[in-house]
């Protein structure tokens, strides 16, 4: 199981690398263009990945605001060059997902993540 988690989370990684930026969700005044799916998430500024998170609700997640937005305001990031990829939770347990997130952050090591202990 362990090592199938595993590849599943590079699998997501990889989805979330390698989303076309075009496709990937703009950033916007209350994200209604967002799924409001549980799901994997990944700020993304043109080809890197700044931030990876999970959650129950995606729009939700960002129409409440998210630390990532406020340090890519900081940064100066323009926010057309800043926008979300998402995946779909789908049949993975809340557990699993947990896990694959930290697997992914240890992986990718986003500059805005704080890494897991």
């Known amino acids: 199981?362990?090592?199938e988690l595993r590849q599943d989370a590079q699998s997501v990684l990889e989805m979330l690398r390698s989303t076309e930026f075009e496709r990937c969700y703009p950033l916007s005044r209350h994200f209604r263009n967002i799924p409001t799916n549980p799901g994997f998430y990944a700020f993304r500024h043109l080809d890197e990945i700044l931030y990876i998170g999970i959650t129950?609700?995606?729009?939700?997640?960002?129409?409440?605001?998210?630390?990532a937005l406020g340090w890519a305001f900081l940064e100066r990031l323009d926010p057309d060059d800043v926008r979300?990829?998402?995946?779909?939770?789908?049949s993975r347990t809340p557990e699993q997902g947990s896990y694959i997130e930290t697997l992914m952050i240890q992986s990718?090591?986003?500059?805005?993540?704080?890494?897991k202990k």
């Open 1 to 3: 199981m362990n090592l």
């Open 56 to 67: 129950n609700n995606l729009r939700y997640r960002f129409s409440k605001g998210h630390k």
């Open 84 to 90: 979300i990829a998402v995946v779909k939770l789908g």
């Open 108 to 115: 990718a090591q986003p500059r805005y993540n704080v890494m």
